[in-house]
C-alpha cells in the first residue's frame, strides 16, 4: 500500500504560481511513476503530467505546456508540480497518483492503483 499526502495548493492570481508537493513514504519510491490530474467543478478528472521512476522522462497535457512543470526527488520520496502563469481554468482538486510501472508516463487514470486526497488550486480572475 503506497499512500500520498498532496500539499501546496492554494488561491492565487491570474498570472501567479504555486507548487504542489506529493510525499509517499516508504522505502521503494523511486520504482513509481507519478502523475498529477485535477478535477475542475462539474467535470471529470483529466490528466496533467507524468514522470518515471527516474525522473528522466516526463509528459504534459498540451494546455499546460511551457507554463507547468514535475520532477521529483526520490531522496525525499517527493514529487512536485511547479505551476506558473496560472489561469481561472487551472482551478481544480490536483491529485497525485502512483504507478508500479515506473517506466511508463501514463495519462490514463487506470495505470495508477494509488491516489491522494487532492488538494484545492484556485486561480481568480
Known amino acids: 500500500q503506497v499512500q500520498l499526502v498532496e500539499s501546496g495548493g492554494g488561491l492565487v492570481q491570474t498570472g501567479g504560481s504555486l507548487r504542489l508537493s506529493c510525499v509517499a513514504p516508504?522505502?521503494?519510491?523511486?520504482?513509481?511513476?507519478m502523475g498529477w490530474f485535477r478535477q475542475a467543478p462539474g467535470k471529470g478528472r483529466e490528466f496533467v503530467a507524468a514522470?518515471?521512476?527516474?525522473?528522466?522522462?516526463?509528459r504534459y497535457i498540451d494546455s499546460v505546456k511551457g507554463r507547468f512543470t514535475i520532477s521529483r526527488d526520490n531522496a525525499k520520496n517527493t514529487v512536485f508540480l511547479q505551476m506558473n502563469s496560472l489561469r481561472p481554468e487551472d482551478t481544480a482538486v490536483y491529485y497525485c497518483a502512483a504507478d508500479s510501472a515506473g517506466s511508463l508516463v501514463s495519462g490514463s487514470e487506470s495505470a495508477y492503483e494509488y491516489w491522494g486526497q487532492g488538494t484545492q488550486v484556485t486561480v481568480s480572475s
Open positions: 516508504g522505502r521503494t519510491f523511486s520504482r513509481y511513476g
Open positions: 514522470i518515471t521512476g527516474t525522473g528522466r522522462s516526463t
